[in-house]
T-cell receptor
Framework: SQQGEEDPQALSIQEGENATMNCSYK?????LQWYRQNSGRGLVHLIL?????REKHSGRLRVTLDTSKKSSSLLITASRAADTASYFC?????????????FGTGTKLQVIP | DGGITQSPKYLFRKEGQNVTLSCEQN?????MYWYRQDPGQGLRLIYY???????QKGDIAEGYSVSREKKESFPLTVTSAQKNPTAFYLC??????????????FGEGSWLTVV
């Protein structure tokens, strides 16, 4: 079963608006990562947040992590049409083990020019 | 440039046929993976390999086989035993788990369709 569940499943916004997507997970984690996937392409790593961190920034990306609620959010500010893609969260368990990285079901973001 | 190369990009399989998807990486990563992605779905792990000549089943290994004879290569065979193989297949790699960051690098994927 999927460890991460993204919400919403799909999101459509106007260019320039902010986009927020959420990820909930079920068990304790070592870290949580966000990946981006353009249609028909591979996934690209965006940002990682460790379990002892609450917020991280990278360019127009802001990630938060609330381990008490087992949830994370990804905020993309000042969205662009090129941000149109699916976004996945991926969690790693506390015990490590790269084979145990589990991906969520994804949020499909459409940014309308 | 370093990366992961998957081929072919599009592949059609007839009923009863085995097909092999190629995956080559020049990132010098020890670990390699195969994932399956169905339309609108997340990724499911088929097989993974930590080192040469070693591989382990993932969550959905039935109907698939792999080999890891070289560090750079991790081909996936979709056998006739896989009853619903139509999907998008992603190969990936990473450095071995060291307790720190484990970023996974992906190829561009291969579309397999049963005809």
């Amino acid at each position: 079963s999927q460890q991460g569940e993204e919400d919403p499943q799909a999101l459509s916004i106007q260019e320039g608006e902010n986009a927020t997507m959420n990820c909930s997970y079920k068990t304790s984690i070592n870290n949580l990562q966000w990946y981006r996937q353009n249609s028909g392409r591979g996934l690209v790593h965006l940002i990682l947040i460790r379990s002892n961190e609450r917020e991280k920034h990278s360019g127009r990306l802001r990630v938060t992590l609330d381990t008490s609620k087992k949830s994370s959010s990804l905020l993309i500010t000042a969205s662009r049409a090129a941000d149109t893609a699916s976004y996945f969260c991926a969690t790693s368990p506390p015990s490590g083990g790269y084979q145990k990285v589990t991906f969520g079901t994804g949020t499909k973001l459409q940014v309308i020019p | 440039d370093g990366g992961i190369t998957q081929s072919p990009k599009y592949l059609f399989r007839k009923e009863g046929q085995n097909v092999t998807l190629s995956c080559e990486q020049n990132l010098n990563h020890d670990a390699m993976y195969w994932y399956r992605q169905d339309p609108g779905q997340g990724l499911r792990l088929i097989y993974y390999s930590q080192i040469v000549n070693d591989f382990q089943k993932g969550d959905i290994a039935e109907g698939y086989s792999v080999s890891r004879e070289k560090k750079e290569s991790f081909p996936l065979t979709v056998t006739s035993a896989q009853k619903n193989p139509t999907a998008f297949y992603l190969c990936a790699s990473s450095i071995p788990w060291t307790g720190e960051v484990n970023t996974i690098y992906f190829g561009e994927g291969s579309w397999l369709t049963v005809v």
